[in-house]
């Protein structure tokens, strides 16, 4: 399996502009999650989806962030307007439960550098 | 308010040296503990993860530990190589699901030749 993969890696856009991330899991992985990473902040869950459902978006920081999960190997993430404190580094993670009592480990992808000018 | 601190925040060794990286958390209820590993410009590598009842797990020249009495944990890594330079992210989580996680700010290491 090609692990999580994001794309763009990176992506330069203005303020204003609406910038969409994308996410494909791990082949068969029942959670997604979506991160942001900055110096000041460290890692901070956004939003983690369970069979494509979302389930937890409290860590979405206002109703300019979106995500979507309308198949099990898809995701996206817009941000619209975006603004310059949006630059960050994205991440999506997904991980698979195999038991209740189980703790499934996240396998992270390589992330998203979004800067807004 | 649930915390996860790490010590020290940076730490430059010599190549083929040990080191032990600090964890010490507040996150109440505790599920388990992880320590991620991450190179400059990638997204973070699990290299264990430990639940209440286990107090130590290697993986290779790391080794973590875990006091859930004292909630400290530490991550040893002993003759250290160049590919250690990374940072090294403590995280503590509520639940098995993944979502109720609490991130340290990570120990940025440089091993140098």
């Known amino acids: 399996d090609a692990g999580v993969i994001q794309s763009p890696r990176h992506e330069v856009t203005e303020m204003g502009q609406e910038v969409t991330l994308r996410c494909k899991p791990i082949?068969?992985?029942?959670?997604l999650f979506w991160y942001r990473q900055t110096m000041m902040r460290g890692l901070e869950l956004l939003i983690y989806?369970?069979?494509?459902?979302?389930?937890?978006d409290s860590g979405m920081p206002e109703d300019r962030f979106s995500a979507k999960m309308p198949n099990a190997s898809f995701s996206t993430l817009k941000i619209q307007p975006s603004e310059p404190r949006d630059s960050a580094v994205y991440f999506c993670?997904?991980?698979?439960?195999?038991?209740?009592?189980?703790?499934?480990?996240?396998?992270f992808g390589p992330g998203t550098r979004l800067t807004v000018l | 308010k649930n915390q996860v601190e790490q010590s020290p925040q940076s730490l430059i060794i010599l190549e083929g040296k040990n080191c032990t990286l600090q964890?010490?958390?507040?996150?109440?209820?505790?599920?388990?503990l992880r320590w991620y590993k991450q190179d400059t410009g990638r997204g973070p590598v699990s290299l264990t993860i430990?639940?209440?009842?286990?107090n130590t797990k290697s993986n290779g020249r790391y080794t973590a530990t875990l006091d859930a009495d004292t909630k400290q944990s530490s991550l040893h890594i002993t003759a250290s190589q160049l590919s250690d330079s990374a940072s090294y992210i403590c995280?503590?989580?509520?639940?098995?699901?993944?979502?109720?996680?609490?991130f340290g700010g990570g120990t940025r290491l440089m091993v140098k030749p």
């Open positions: 430990m639940t209440f009842s286990e």
């Open positions: 995280v503590v989580s509520e639940n098995n699901a993944g979502n109720m996680l609490t």
């Open positions: 082949s068969g992985h029942d959670y």
């Open positions: 989806f369970n069979n494509n459902v979302p389930i937890d």
């Open positions: 993670a997904s991980s698979l439960l195999l038991a209740r009592a189980s703790v499934p480990e996240q396998f």
């Open positions: 964890c010490n958390y507040t996150v109440s209820p505790f599920s388990n």
